[in-house]
């Protein structure tokens, strides 16, 4: 289950209703400086993926991406190094310093 923090459901559905979206498509590929990025985009939802709500806000996960993010959680910061949405995941080995990109455990990568 992917955990959403009452900041990011905040900042969430305001920038939902602003640019028409129905909610935040969340996503891992391959790059970034750790090996696994994370992608975000104000989309809806497509077929099959795993919806998670939180007082209206909504996040969707693909399913091929939900495996390296349950148990993860979206917050919402605001400081001096900049705003935005931040994932906070228990399953990566070790994170990158700007916090975009992630390696994953090896129990990820075999299976």
Partial sequence: MIHITEQAAIHLRELALEKGSTGLRL????????G???????EGPKTGDKL???????VAVDPASYGHLDECTID????L???GFRVI????????GCGTSFEAT?????G
């Fill in 36 to 42: 696994l990025q994370y992608s975000m985009s104000l």
């Fill in 89 to 96: 995941n228990p399953r990566a080995a070790r994170s990158c």
């Fill in 76 to 79: 919402y910061t605001d400081g």
């Fill in 81 to 83: 190094t900049g705003a």
């Fill in 52 to 58: 998670t709500e939180r007082d209206g806000a909504v």
């Fill in 106 to 110: 090896s129990k990820e990568i075999a």
């Fill in 27 to 34: 996503a891992v590929e391959k790059g970034g400086c750790a």
